[in-house]
């Protein structure tokens, strides 16, 4: 189904308007009666003819103001998507040059140096490995931002039991968790059902623990859990850690946005993770918000059954 405009919205709104009040002032004779009269006069012929006659003149000058005004919508909307594509070239450009760097460094100086002993190329080898686990993960993130920006009518949704997603992921952070004294209670129920992609929803609960992890602050708690409703799911997940400066909120969930830049390349973390868990949930019909409540808290939503375009 063709989608409608913005200009055409406003079209064919004023059109009603005006043929609705049109026709009012036609039929009735006047605003008392509240009986309709036949046109027997002439002069409500000429009335109807005139009538007419302005419809159709309005009618072309809101279909011409209407496709000028969708295209000014779709001229800006380009400018701004190029604009976006320019900056996220740019942050994907960045953040690709340092472990590409780091790499080139330590593999020349092995090449130009063939003297050196085994355990400082091991330690070479050990850091371009690092850098290139580093640059697997951001290819794999921008790929599932991709994915889900560019296709997402071709992501697969099937029956998915959350509460299991998130016990699997309870298991897998359970040592970097514990290196930290971080305790993480889950209180889902046992069967939390949704008809969903399970790759994407894994990313969510992961990105979301994982950025506690790293970021909360040691022996702190994290907490998830789940309201029912209608035709949707309320998570809450939050920790009782050291929070987010209040004006970094309204840019958490951006591409590439770091609150500590240094320290989040030190963590491994690729400044996708809060971009993918946004867009991950959009794509399951919900919504997501995050601010400070004794630590940094998420709430969000997502739908039981996803609707089909």
């Given at each position: 189904m063709k989608k409608i405009?913005?200009?055409?919205?406003?079209?064919?709104?004023?059109?009603?308007?005006?043929l609705v009040y049109a026709a009012v002032f036609i039929i009735f004779d006047d605003y008392e009666r509240n009986i309709l009269s036949p046109l027997n006069d002439v002069s409500d012929w000429h009335l109807l003819i005139f009538a007419v006659v302005v419809i159709t003149g309005m009618g072309f000058l809101l279909h011409h103001y209407s496709r000028r005004m969708d295209a000014r919508i779709s001229r800006e909307?380009?400018?701004?998507?190029?604009?976006?594509?320019?900056?996220?070239?740019?942050?994907?450009?960045?953040?690709?040059?340092?472990?590409?760097?780091?790499i080139m460094g330590y593999t020349e100086t092995m090449i130009e140096n063939p003297s050196l002993d085994e355990k400082t190329k091991l330690q070479f080898i050990n850091r371009c490995h690092a850098q290139a686990q580093r640059l697997t993960l951001l290819l794999q993130d921008l790929s599932t931002l991709n994915r889900m920006d560019y296709a997402?009518?071709?992501?697969?949704?099937?029956?998915?039991?959350?509460?299991?997603?998130?016990?699997?992921?309870?298991?897998?952070?359970?040592f970097a968790a514990k290196q930290k004294q971080i305790s993480f209670e889950n209180h889902l129920a046992n069967?939390?059902?949704?008809?969903?992609?399970?790759?994407?929803?894994?990313?969510?609960?992961?990105?979301?623990?994982?950025?506690?992890?790293?970021?909360?602050?040691e022996r702190t708690t994290i907490t998830l859990f789940a309201v029912e409703h209608s035709d949707e799911w309320l998570f809450t997940f939050f920790d009782n850690g050291l929070g987010i400066s209040p004006e970094h909120l309204p840019r958490l969930f951006e591409r590439f946005y770091r609150i500590d830049k240094g320290r989040s390349r030190t963590m491994g973390g690729t400044?996708?993770?809060?971009?993918?868990?946004?867009?991950?949930?959009?794509?399951?019909?919900?919504t997501i918000s995050a601010r400070n409540e004794h630590g940094l808290r998420f709430e969000f939503t997502i739908k039981k059954k996803q609707q089909r375009n």
């Open positions: 405009t913005e200009g055409r919205k406003m079209f064919i709104i004023v059109m009603a308007i005006f909307q380009a400018e701004k998507q190029n604009e976006m594509r320019r900056q996220l070239t740019q942050n994907i450009s960045h953040e690709l040059k340092t472990p590409v760097a780091s997402p009518d071709l992501i697969e949704m099937s029956t998915v039991n959350i509460a299991n997603i998130v016990n699997e992921i309870s298991q897998e952070t359970t069967e939390v059902i949704v008809e969903g992609n399970a790759p994407l929803l894994y990313s969510i609960f992961r990105n979301l623990i994982d950025n506690a992890i790293n970021y909360a602050g400044g996708l993770g809060l971009a993918i868990v946004k867009n991950a949930v959009m794509i399951h019909g919900g």
